[in-house]
């Protein structure tokens, strides 16, 4: 929530993203709005993306660094 800020509707129902916002989350030309709970996150495309994407390798071994070695048992 670092940086975040209410923001309300215009009188035509626009929602106009304050300038130091729009510098400090680098967006450009294209967005991405992302729900989180009760509030609208706005993200710089390109930054989303890059956010959201992982490569699954890398979650397992994050995955069995937090939780350890998980042990399947075969039929």
Known sequence: MDG???????SSGRLLIPKKLIKDGGISKEVVLASVM???EIWDKDRYEKAVTY???????LAEQ??????????
Not at 4 to 10: F, G
Not at 55 to 61: Q, T, V
Not at 66 to 75: D, R, S
């Open 4 to 10: 975040a800020d209410i923001i309300e509707l215009d």
């Open 38 to 40: 009760n509030k609208i």
């Open 55 to 61: 490569d699954p390798d890398e979650f397992a071994r």
């Open 66 to 75: 937090v939780m350890g070695e998980i042990k399947t048992e075969k039929p």
